[in-house]
């Protein structure tokens, strides 16, 4: 069993389109990451989150963790083609842990 | 800069050989990992180090060997190649997490895809 899901696991969408993928657990966490992948690369950071209830903004990017800590959100506003990617979220459970990966969500912006 | 950088790209392996996967990085961070991407599965950990002459298991370090005599270079030894362990490997370096710095992020290699057949 996977500590974090995600879902979907696969999305396709039109451009201009928005939509929200979802990093969900049963575990608290201190910390977690969103990263993207794009075919043939590794993984690049997009945002770390702390706090219960905090959202960031990152361009078309939003990013939200739950109050709880237990899960998180990414929400994207008029998606690009240029979106497509795998997007990773990451926790770790205590300061000084590493992080735990989740499957990813692999997101298809089509023109 | 070069980042992180991991060689070969691709390789294939017969069932039983040995090879090493290499990484460096010129970031002069202490932290350096090694995951496995499988599909639908995310990335995976197998072994980290926390700076040069330390290393410790991650969730999966069955079938590997790791070692870090130097802050740049953490490879990773693969020593009988088994078909399980057909994957993508990712090397990531990250800086040291101090308290109050929150976690530092990964910085990611572009993988080594391994076929062992």
């Known amino acids: 069993t996977q500590l974090l899901e995600q879902s979907p696991q696969f999305l396709s969408i039109q451009e201009g389109e928005n939509l929200t993928v979802y990093c969900n657990s049963s575990s608290v966490f201190s910390s977690l990451q969103w990263y993207r992948q794009e075919p043939g690369e590794g993984p690049v950071l997009l945002v770390t989150v702390v706090t219960g209830g905090e959202v960031k903004k990152l361009k078309r990017l939003t990013f939200q963790f739950g109050d709880a800590r237990k899960d998180s959100s990414l929400h994207i506003t008029a998606a690009q083609t240029g979106d497509t990617g795998l997007y990773l979220c990451a926790g770790a459970r205590d300061y000084g842990q590493n992080f735990v990966f989740g499957p990813g969500t692999r997101l298809s912006v089509l023109p | 800069n070069a980042g992180v950088t991991q060689t070969p790209k691709f390789r294939i392996l017969k069932i039983g050989q040995s090879m090493t996967l290499q990484c460096t990085q010129d970031?002069?961070?202490?932290?350096m990992y090694w995951y496995r991407q499988d599909p639908g599965m995310g990335l995976k950990l197998i072994y980290y180090s926390v700076g040069a002459g330390i290393t410790d298991k991650g969730e999966v370090p069955n079938g590997y060997n790791v070692s870090r005599s130097t802050t740049e270079d953490f490879p990773l030894r693969l020593e009988l190649a088994a078909p399980s362990q057909t994957s993508v490997y990712f090397c990531?370096?990250?800086?040291?997490?101090?308290?109050?710095?929150?976690?530092?992020?990964?910085?990611f290699g572009d993988g080594t895809r391994l076929s062992i057949l």
């Open positions: 990531a370096s990250s800086y040291y997490r101090s308290l109050g710095q929150g976690h530092q992020p990964q910085h």
């Open positions: 970031m002069n961070h202490n932290y």
